[in-house]
Nanobody, 121 residues
């Protein structure tokens, strides 16, 4: 059983920073690309960032490029999302997941509870 536990969200002011963490179990972590998604109320789930198994290949959504950084620690089976220069439009529930296909960015059918990020003054 794949288990994904997100943490690190909270309430921050515009321009602030947060680091999200996702602890994974139930899969051979180092062989899977990992990703972060977010979903705001009334909107579709959006792929924010992805990182390959070894951590060499990385991609970002245009809306977060230059502000967010995805990283991973395979020994700890954890993936991180460091968020800087946060904007109100970044407000959403953030989820992590493994990808079964890098080119198509296909997530596994296992989702954690997510962690809430709220950017407001």
């Amino acid at each position: 059983q794949v288990q994904l536990v997100e943490s690190g969200g909270g309430l921050v002011q515009p321009g602030g920073s947060l680091r999200l963490s996702c602890a994974a179990s139930g899969l051979t972590f180092s062989t899977y690309a990992m990703s972060w998604y977010r979903q705001a109320p009334g909107k579709e789930r959006e792929l924010v960032a992805a990182i390959s198994g070894p951590g060499i290949r990385i991609s970002y959504a245009a809306s977060v490029k230059g502000r967010f950084t995805i990283s991973r620690d395979n020994a700890k089976k954890t993936v991180y999302l460091t968020m800087n220069s946060l904007k109100p439009e970044d407000t959403a529930v953030y989820y992590c997941n493994a990808l079964s296909d890098w080119d198509r960015r296909t997530p596994l059918d296992y989702w954690g509870q997510g962690t809430q990020v709220t950017v407001s003054s």
